[in-house]
């Protein structure tokens, strides 16, 4: 369910793209309050970048605060659900093959942990361990957890891998308890900028000429 506070957010926010170059993207739910909002950014970012293909993978955790058959009945597609199944085409390599990005939003700490350690126990992890995508990552993290040396050293590992983005989260207010030091990762479009940026920063690097 999509708070009023959170709507209203949203609305405030600056929601211009004004280029968005990637084609296919495949955006990964997890189980964050964060999540609840998602449906709203899908709906914008389909005005928003028109000419590209979103499809929405949801962790089992991620129905806790989103539907899929809410999401399916919004985006007029199927949600996959982030779980093996008895496909010929095994999900990690088609979605992989597909993606020209996978973007993680949000990343809870359960999600990051797994993916930093190679734990690739959903088609989701093994596709974004596997794929030459931009694999882009924005954790949602519980209070005090950049405190802990063990989850920036998981954040950091996460960077190592130069086609891996990590969007360092910003304070927010936690929607699970009194405490209101949380991280959150910034609004939908300001990550889709970053990644813009990112995508446009690499471009430039393979275009330039080899010193011979």
């Known amino acids: ?3 009023n506070q959170s709507a209203a957010t949203a609305t405030t926010l600056d929601l211009s793209l004004e280029k968005f170059e990637f084609c296919k993207v495949a955006v990964v739910l997890t189980g964050s309050t964060m999540t609840q909002i ?6 914008w970012v389909r005005e928003a ?7 929405v993978i949801m962790r089992e955790s991620a129905k806790r605060f989103a539907t899929k058959h809410g999401f399916e009945a919004r985006m007029r597609t199927r949600v996959q659900q982030d779980e093996w199944s008895d496909e010929v085409i095994a999900a990690h390599i088609e979605l992989a093959e597909w993606a020209d990005l996978i973007l993680i939003y949000p990343a809870t700490l359960d999600y990051i942990s797994r993916l930093a350690n190679g734990i690739t126990d959903s088609p989701s992890l093994l596709a974004a361990l596997t794929t030459n995508a931009p694999v882009c990552i924005a954790p949602a993290l519980p209070p005090r957890a950049m405190n802990n040396e063990i989850v920036r050293g ?8 130069s086609n891996f983005m990590v969007i360092d989260p910003v304070p927010g ?20 900028r970053k990644i813009e940026a ?11 000429p080899v010193a011979t």
């Open 1 to 3: 369910m999509i708070t």
């Open 38 to 43: 998602m449906p709203f950014w899908m709906d």
């Open 49 to 55: 970048a028109p000419n590209t293909e979103f499809r």
């Open 154 to 161: 998981t954040l950091e590992k996460l960077r190592a891998p």
């Open 173 to 192: 207010n936690s929607e699970s308890s009194e405490v209101t030091h949380a991280w959150v990762p910034p609004a939908f479009p300001d990550v889709l």
């Open 198 to 208: 990112f995508r446009s920063e690499h471009a430039e690097v393979k275009s330039e």
